[in-house]
């Protein structure tokens, strides 16, 4: 009995440690001072930060001059929303709320990933940052980003989103692809990504808030998603190893009015059991994330963004 007593008392011991093992103090960046240059201004600083954000696949939402709101919905699962407090001298980010983080307001802990993001997101600010003046010393490496290629002239006027805030965004039902993509006939006929894509893109943009719905035969006043598919490539197969990607383009238009565009790329191997999974299945894993890659950018959109795994897109 006495062994039984302590055999239990060392397992539930154990899984404590286990389980305080996967969260951490939260850990909140005050880079206040970070910027040295007299000519970076308030409005440049909020343009890096939402940059910088859009390409660590946040979403961003300016709630007044000085703070923004930035919100990561993770695979659907896990959300963290965050403050960023920032002027023409540097930023700060605070916790504002998460679910599914195991936060705790008591001893201030959160899943120890909450910090590692955190953490990505201020790289890549200071990255932005280091583009447009001169900084001070930060002890975390910044990421090397390629720069963004800028998009060719359209007949679209730059508005801008703020506009677009509470309104109904459509898109087809059926994602086309684009007139000269790189789709091989039997991923067209085979697989169903074209569906599956609008469906995802819905079903995150739900999630985030937005108002979205179908419509195959949208209208001059209608803000529509206007999304293609550009390629898909699907190499490998189930016990030779997968190695599938998709690439998309898109843009959020009223008439002649632009609010943003896109180019987006994901890849997948499969992930867990991929060599018992279909081509169309694991196609459909990348569909799946681009889907949400376009709700992220959705909730705030931008021009020329790129999104996913940008190495991936020309």
């Known amino acids: 009995m006495k062994k039984t007593v302590l055999v239990t008392g060392i397992?539930?011991?154990?899984?404590?440690?286990?389980?305080?093992?996967?969260?951490?103090?939260?850990?909140?960046?005050?880079?206040?001072?970070?910027?040295?240059?007299?000519?970076?201004?308030?409005?440049?600083?909020?343009?890096?930060?939402?940059?910088?954000?859009?390409?660590?696949?946040?979403?961003?939402?300016?709630?007044?001059?000085?703070?923004?709101?930035?919100?990561?919905?993770?695979?659907?699962?896990?959300?963290?929303i965050v403050n960023i407090n920032y002027n023409s001298k540097g930023y700060k980010i605070s916790y504002k709320d998460s679910r599914n983080m195991k936060y705790d307001a008591g001893s201030n802990t959160i899943h120890k990933n909450y910090n590692k993001w955190i953490g990505n997101l201020e790289k890549d600010i200071n990255y932005e940052l280091f583009q447009i003046g001169d900084v001070g010393p930060t002890s975390r490496e910044v990421l090397n980003i390629k720069p963004k290629k800028k998009e060719e002239n359209e007949n679209y006027s730059k508005s801008n989103s703020s506009e677009i805030n509470g309104k109904i965004i459509y898109l087809k039902r059926m994602t086309p692809f684009s007139t000269n993509s790189r789709v091989a006939t039997n991923i067209k006929t085979e697989c169903t990504i074209n569906e599956q894509l609008a469906s995802f893109i819905k079903q995150y943009a739900l999630e985030q808030g937005l108002k979205v719905e179908y419509k195959d035969n949208p209208s001059s006043k209608d803000l529509f998603l206007d999304v293609k598919i550009t390629e898909a490539v699907s190499q490998g197969g189930a016990f030779r190893g997968h190695s599938k990607f998709v690439i998309i383009e898109g843009k959020l238009v009223k008439g002649n009015k632009k609010y943003g565009s896109f180019k987006a790329a994901r890849v997948s191997g499969g992930g867990f059991w991929g060599a018992y999974k279909s081509s169309c299945s694991v196609l459909g894993r990348t569909v799946k994330a681009l889907g949400n890659d376009v709700s992220i950018w959705l909730y705030s959109p931008i021009d020329n963004a790129r999104l996913g795994d940008t190495d991936l897109l020309r």
């Open 11 to 80: 397992l539930l011991v154990f899984i404590l440690i286990l389980s305080g093992c996967k969260t951490a103090a939260i850990h909140n960046i005050d880079n206040t001072d970070y910027i040295n240059d007299k000519k970076v201004n308030t409005k440049k600083v909020e343009n890096a930060i939402v940059k910088a954000a859009m390409k660590r696949g946040w979403g961003t939402k300016k709630i007044k001059t000085g703070l923004i709101e930035a919100k990561n919905n993770v695979r659907g699962k896990h959300l963290v």
